[in-house]
Structure formats: structure tokens, C-alpha cells
């Protein structure tokens, strides 16, 4: 079953393509137009990976109503089409369920973090590949980011949107450390892509994941595995942010690696705590 989600984004809109292909040639060659809406579930799932894949478009929701849409739309008209269509059409809208219900589902943290408490203690390198601990973020209140990856575009705009922040989290004396399961060199690359005053770890052996009870095992797609640990595991995405002694002030793991946090949620937990502009 791992290695199933391992693969299914690739397998998937592999299949996407054919079925386009296939559905648009018969609907030409046997002059049946209606055809074309079997293919309408496919279109809109392999447009949304490709979309994700070039970064051009990010959209953070819980529910893919467009997809769905399209998908309720093409079994309804891929009626007029006959069975076969509309078993076409519904094996588009079954892809599209798995990818947004099953495949993008992350484990759920029964750990350590807790709101109130000290941040946990675990182990982190820097990317100058000195081994370190999180004291290192007790000293001054932190939003704490846990990543899967350059390759991952939900992580990619998540960063971004903090780095838009950083001039408002450094006026309040907030201080922002990244925190991935990739590879160094991967970790380095970020650290340059964007420059600001953003603290980088690498928890390549995903030791802090698993203190956390964050790991998602297998998460990482067969076709990004050199820029992740060799078993194919990376973290769930989990933001956690601490006062100026490392009490958590609030943590949240998405269980849904679609779907993460507005960024103004971190400024709004920060004023509810007093931790105010200066």
C-alpha cells in the first residue's frame, strides 16, 4: 500500500493522458462528440497536477470542488455517450477522490507537542552540518516549519507566504526556523532561493520527526526520491509556534498535505499572546 501511494501521482496522470488521448481519437474517429465528456474528470486532474507541478497555481483547500464538478457534469453527460463513457468518466472522478481523499491524507500525531508545554527536545543539524538541539529554539519566540521538500509545491508556497512575513515577524521579534527531511544540498538550495533572515535545519535521519510523531511513512513520490531519505519518508507538514521560554503557544499538523494554514494565522496567534510589533 505504500509503495501504491508512492506512485499514484505519477501512475495517475500517466493514465490521465491516455484516457485523453483515447477518449478525444474515438470521439473524432467515430464521430460521437458526447465522448468528449468522459474525458472532462481526466482533463481537469491531470491540469491540476500539471498546474502543481510548474508552481504556477497553488490552491490550499480541503475540498476539490472544481474537480468534482467537472467530474459530475462529465458522468452526467457522458450518459448520452453510453456505459462505457460514463464508466470512463467515473473512473476519472475515482481518481480524483483518491488523490484528494486518500493518497494526500497524512498520519495523525498523537506526540509530544502540546499547547502549553515546552517544546519537546530533538535533534537537528544546521547546514553547516553542525549537530544541535531544539534549545537552539528557546531563546526568542519562533514559528517553527516543518517541510517535505523542494519538491513539494504546497511547502514551496507555505514558505513563500512566510517569507512575505518575515519584516512583520522580525518587528515582533519572532524569529523563523525550516525544518525538512530532504537532502543538504536540497535544504541549501532553499536557504538561497529565498534570502532572508530564515534559520534553516536538515533532520535527514528524521530523528525530529519521529520525536514528534510526525513521520509520514512512504510520503515522498518515486519520482522525487534523490532529493529525499532513501525509504521514501518525510514529514507531515506541522507549523508550531513558541513564546520567548519555548512554551508552545500553538502547533498544528494538517492531515491533508493540501491544506495548510493562512499565513495570518501565525500573526493573529502572536497578538492573542501579547507578542505585539515593537
Known amino acids: 500500500m505504500q509503495f501504491i501511494k508512492r506512485v499514484y501521482g505519477e501512475v495517475t496522470a500517466a493514465l490521465a493522458l ?9 470521439a473524432i474517429t467515430e464521430s460521437q462528440p458526447w465522448w468528449l465528456a468522459a474525458a472532462l474528470p481526466w482533463v481537469a486532474y491531470a491540469l491540476y497536477l500539471g498546474l502543481l507541478m510548474t508552481r504556477l497555481v497553488v490552491v490550499q483547500r480541503r475540498h476539490p470542488w472544481v474537480q468534482l464538478a467537472a467530474a459530475g457534469v462529465a458522468i452526467f453527460a457522458a450518459i448520452l455517450a453510453g456505459p462505457l463513457a460514463v464508466l470512463v468518466a467515473t473512473l476519472g472522478l475515482a481518481v480524483i477522490l483518491g488523490y484528494n481523499y486518500w493518497y494526500s491524507v497524512q498520519h495523525v500525531s498523537s506526540g509530544p507537542v502540546t499547547v ?14 553542525a549537530v544541535v538541539d531544539s534549545s537552539v529554539l528557546t531563546q526568542q519566540p519562533h514559528v517553527i516549519m516543518f517541510i517535505r521538500g523542494n519538491w513539494c509545491p504546497f511547502c514551496m508556497a507555505q514558505v513563500a507566504q512566510i517569507a512575505d512575513q518575515y519584516r512583520e515577524l522580525n518587528r515582533r521579534g519572532v524569529a523563523v526556523a525550516i525544518i525538512s527531511p530532504q537532502k543538504p544540498e536540497d535544504t541549501v538550495e532553499l536557504s538561497q532561493r529565498f534570502d532572508i533572515p530564515v534559520t534553516y535545519y536538515i533532520d535527514a535521519d528524521a530523528s525530529a520527526a519521529a520525536a514528534l510523531d510526525i513521520v509520514q511513512s512512504g510520503g515522498t513520490p518515486v519520482i522525487f526520491s534523490a532529493g529525499a531519505p532513501a525509504n521514501g519518508d518525510t514529514v507531515v507538514p506541522t507549523v508550531i509556534i513558541t513564546d520567548a ?30 507578542i505585539r510589533a515593537v
Open 18 to 26: 491516455g484516457v485523453i488521448a483515447l477518449v478525444v481519437v474515438r
Open 116 to 129: 502549553g508545554q515546552p517544546l519537546p527536545s530533538f535533534p537537528l543539524t544546521t547546514l553547516d552540518g
Open 245 to 274: 521560554t519555548g512554551t508552545v503557544l500553538w502547533a498544528e499538523h494538517t492531515d491533508n498535505h493540501r491544506v495548510r494554514p493562512e499565513p495570518t494565522t501565525f500573526l493573529d496567534v502572536l497578538d492573542q499572546h501579547g
